[in-house]
């Protein structure tokens, strides 16, 4: 069993210059498998993640569905929300369409306060940078 990670960007329009996107390769649309890493099993790497002081800690429920994998299928996805907690992205395809059938539709238009990101940060914090900013 695995878990998918599925993204379309909403911003900035396909339109519109996305130099800091290309330069990171990130596709306009995306699958990840992510697996989140089982803080009570050692590392098997030369990468064994954060310290034991900073692994994440979950409560009993969600840490006895991981048993004894190094790693578990980020089901459900509240593991995400605990600080600490490592994950593994393997890149799965670009094309969501094809790989899963599934059609990843944003709101069309160029109203930037449609959008979720701006609607959760935008009244805490200025959303400048992330509509203007600047790639350097």
């Not at 990670?5 to 596709?27: A, G, R, T, V, W």
């Not at 697996?35 to 009993?60: C, D, T, V, W, Y």
């Not at 449609?114 to 914090?125: I, M, Q």
Request: hydrophobic share 30%; aromatic share 6%.
């Amino acid at each position: 069993m695995h878990t998918h990670l599925i993204y379309k960007l909403e911003l900035p329009s396909p339109d519109k210059k996305h130099e800091p996107q290309e330069s990171l390769n990130i596709e306009r649309e995306g699958s990840f498998i992510i697996q989140i890493k089982n803080p009570e099993q050692p590392g098997r790497s030369q990468f064994r993640g954060l310290s034991n002081k900073r692994k994440a800690k979950f409560p009993a429920h969600l840490q006895g569905e991981m048993g004894h994998l190094s790693y578990h299928p980020a089901d459900p996805p509240d593991l995400l929300n605990y600080e600490g907690c490592e994950f593994l992205l393997i890149s799965a395809s670009d094309d969501v369409e094809a790989e899963l059938g599934l059609e990843l539709k944003i709101e069309e238009g160029n109203d930037v306060s449609c959008s979720d990101l701006v609607k959760t940060f935008g009244e805490s914090s200025s959303t400048d940078a992330l509509l203007k900013g600047t790639w350097v």
